[in-house]
């Protein structure tokens, strides 16, 4: 899966850092949640850059042919020596030189980031000076990292601690992009702190006061119930087993495992919660209160999908069984998954999204443009597959999509309005400016 954010490139001009809407967050939380369940269990060897440093190159000669999930035992020594030796930044730039050559890292790449924050944080607790040497390489995997050391560190957690840890990034003024992380990160290392109970982890994220931040903590919390079921090798979970789970002790309850199927047992966590139902395939969502459904089910087909063995068409099934209010979320988050399956092919994704029923067609074509564009702040491929797919309807909720993207990732109005003169007629373009917010009229039939 192509996790990486690069710079956006929009006639010579870098990605400048935008406001967050509550949908961009949504999306943006979810993006890599397919890390360890999409494509091949190996590698696909491509050719490094000719300049590529010798000590890449000699990581890349050890570790290439090596299958999963060895691939990270092979990779981690190397990384982390780089990170010991020349800090955050040298580190994150050997693992995105690496992902050049060696998809199987590629795939993997918010995992390994998440491994640099926590070992970044642990040979410096000072989370002011380590959380701003992360980047948003492979999805910000490195800082949610860093907050998850923290809070293992911490050995408790209050409220005051939930609401003043990302305090400084809010207000007048402040790195909205930088305070999702932050918060999404939060999240993550909630989750891990109370040994993967996902319930207490959400009931943290509720003493943050703004919605939207909530939201944004939700997402991480979601998120890393998802990686710690399918990922056994997720570098969060070997340092909440070194740490002793702190919070986490309510420890897992032998009890209630006794009386679980065993292939509910295998999902369950050191607090005796169960990330996954292998007979449920909208759970854990269907054991949510419905402050969290949006955020759970935005991610929900990563679960489907891990426990039908990327069956996409059983996925689009089990979506049609999600409470009404949250099928589009549920089949949005199916066309992130099939962009991860696809690795953003235009045409096989197309295909796939086609195993959607034609009433939320639509919403799969949404989640599959919006990761076209979070993955690479990229915008070609997005405007090609909306002149793709089928149908009018599609289409405007395609360049709508497209819209809230640009909206999101450009702070000025021009430059939205200049790539949405890209799509195919004055309809869409008018759709693509009402979801960039520069024309307020929604467009008819959506």
Request: glycine fraction near 8%.
């Amino acid at each position: 899966m192509l996790c990486r954010m690069k710079p956006f490139r929009h006639t010579g001009s870098r990605f400048a850092a935008a406001p967050l809407s509550s949908a961009y967050a949504v999306s943006l939380v979810a993006v890599c949640l397919t890390i360890m369940s999409c494509g091949a269990p190996g590698s696909s060897s491509r050719k490094l850059p000719t300049d590529a440093p010798a000590h890449v190159r000699e990581a890349v000669d050890q570790c290439l042919e090596t299958r999963r999930p060895d691939k990270t035992d092979c990779y981690e020594p190397l990384v982390l020596a780089r990170l010991a030796q020349h800090g955050v930044s040298d580190a994150m730039s050997m693992l995105e030189t690496i992902a050049m050559a060696d998809e199987g890292v590629e795939r993997d790449g918010h995992v390994y980031t998440h491994m640099i924050g926590i070992e970044a944080f642990r040979a410096n607790p000072n989370l002011s000076e380590v959380f701003p040497q992360c980047s948003t390489l492979f999805q910000s995997g490195c800082y949610h990292g860093v907050i998850q050391a923290h809070f293992m560190a911490k050995g408790s957690v209050e409220a005051t601690d939930v609401r003043q840890l990302c305090a400084a990034y809010g207000g007048e003024g402040g790195d909205r992009w930088t305070l999702f992380q932050c918060l999404h990160g939060l999240g993550h290392g909630l989750t891990m702190f109370y040994g993967h109970s996902l319930p207490r982890a959400l009931e943290g994220c509720d003493h943050l006061q703004a919605w939207w931040d909530r939201q944004s903590c939700y997402g991480g919390a979601f998120m890393e119930n998802v990686l710690n079921a399918t990922a056994p090798h997720h570098p969060a979970s070997e340092l909440a087993a070194e740490e002793g789970g702190h919070a986490a002790g309510e420890h897992h309850d032998e009890s209630v495992a006794a009386t679980e199927p065993a292939d509910s047992v295998r999902y369950m966590t050191p607090s005796g919660w169960r990330a996954m139902d292998p007979e449920d395939p909208l759970y854990p969502c269907s054991a949510m209160e419905s402050r969290y459904l949006p955020q759970c089910y935005v991610m929900q087909t990563s679960v489907m999908l891990h426990l039908n063995g990327g069956d996409i068409r059983g996925a689009a099934g089990s979506c049609e069984l999600a409470p009404e209010d949250m099928r589009a979320r549920c089949f949005q988050s199916l066309g992130r998954d099939i962009s991860s399956y696809t690795l953003q092919d235009v045409d096989d994704s197309i295909r796939l999204c086609r195993h959607s029923p034609e009433e939320y067609r639509a919403w799969c074509y949404v989640g599959l443009v919006k990761n076209f564009i979070d993955l690479t702040s990229e915008t070609e491929k997005a405007f090609t597959f909306c002149r793709k797919i089928e149908g009018q309807v599609n289409k405007l909720r395609c360049y709508v999509a497209i819209g809230e993207q640009l909206a999101s990732l450009l702070p000025e109005r021009l430059p939205r309005v200049e790539l949405c003169r890209r799509a195919e007629s004055a309809q869409y373009e008018q759709a693509c400016l009402y979801g960039a917010r520069v024309a307020r009229q929604r467009p008819d039939g959506i």
